[in-house]
């Protein structure tokens, strides 16, 4: 891809300049390079309490209402009952404000690729590996989506400043850079609508 500047006079121009880079056969397609952000996480102003049905010892777990909804309880016993093991362990790269690479219910599950992104001032990330990739059954916080943590690993790539904020050029090249590391899952949970 390439990235081409606008200065700042021109860009009232844009969308012609879109139209005329649109009818070159050197190009398939042009978006603005807009600037992502996520929003800041809010607490549950009265969380529910589940029962605690899905055989583990992680106390946040009742307050995991898409536990059962997803009726996690059915998918643990699943992977129990009939024995199942992985093929291999997939790497789960989360995109964006960095994961806590030492967070208590994380740091048994993380596997770093840069330490520039092992560290999260916002937290938004290390919520998302949390729910992709919390160490289940540590008795600390919640838990994921397998008894043991046998199927996956978490690692991070920082592609959101520590407000929040990131460009789609810097979101790419952190794509370029997880699957580089061999990512078998690139997890994005960047904000609401962008091109």
Known sequence: YYLVDIPDAKAR?????????????????????????VEPL???????KLPSKFGINDPGVANL??????QMDQLYNYLDQ?????????????????VDGNHEDLKANFKSIDAA????????????????GAVSNNGVGVASYSRDNRFTTITSVKVLSDQGFGTQEIIIDGIIKAADANADVISLSLGGPSN
């Open 13 to 37: 121009n844009l969308v012609r300049i879109e139209q005329e880079l649109s009818h070159s056969s050197a190009v398939v397609w042009t978006e603005e390079n807009e600037i992502l952000r």
């Open 117 to 132: 992104s092992n560290r999260d001032l916002k937290g938004h990330g290390t919520h998302c590996a949390g729910i992709a």
């Open 42 to 48: 809010r607490k549950a102003e009265n969380p529910v």
């Open 82 to 98: 009939n024995k199942v093991q992985p093929v291999r362990k997939a790497l789960i790269a989360i995109l964006d404000t960095g």
């Open 65 to 70: 209402w898409g536990f059962d909804r997803m």
